[in-house]
């Protein structure tokens, strides 16, 4: 015969036992999965802000290229100011910055890489664009795009 006075309490402890178990498993689960959406959030976050940068390089091109024999795709060195560049953001999203390639104090102008001939008297003008895009929270984080542009003009 089993003595039913000693018994008193083991299955309870079991219980307990058990839906401890069951809790931590379900709070891995629950952090798990919230750190999952943060990853997730964060990607698009950056993909959104990649988007829109591009989209401000582009429009920011647009808008020198409208400008015909005005933009500033055709200032030599002289009329950029200082080593930033020119700000050239069409809008307040992103930070859109014009800077000249081409550091060499002596020369205004390199050689242009040649296509099919090379026409005397052509000479490029080797630019970067810099558009800078700040996204996530407070935004503390920062997308950067570097386009380059190679403008042919005639050497004087």
Do not use: W
Request: with cysteine; charged share 20%; glycine share 6%.
């Amino acid at each position: 015969m089993v003595n039913l006075k000693r018994q008193n309490g083991i299955v309870l402890v079991s219980a307990l036992i058990m839906v401890l178990l069951v809790t931590g498993i379900a709070v891995t689960v629950m952090t798990t999965s919230s750190i999952d959406t943060k990853m997730v959030v964060a990607s698009q976050q950056a993909y959104n802000a990649e988007a829109n940068a591009k989209g401000d390089s582009e429009r920011a091109i647009q808008t020198e290229i409208a400008a015909n024999g005005n933009n500033r795709f055709l200032y030599k060195r002289g009329q950029f100011a200082g080593a930033a560049g020119l700000d050239i953001s069409p809008n307040v999203n992103s930070k859109v910055m014009l800077s000249r390639l081409n550091t060499n104090a002596k020369v205004e102008m390199l050689e242009c890489p040649p296509k099919f001939a090379v026409t005397k008297g052509i000479k490029c003008n080797y630019l970067n664009i810099r558009t800078t895009h700040n996204y996530g929270k407070q935004d503390r984080h920062e997308m950067v795009i570097n386009t380059g542009i190679q403008q042919e003009l005639i050497d004087n």
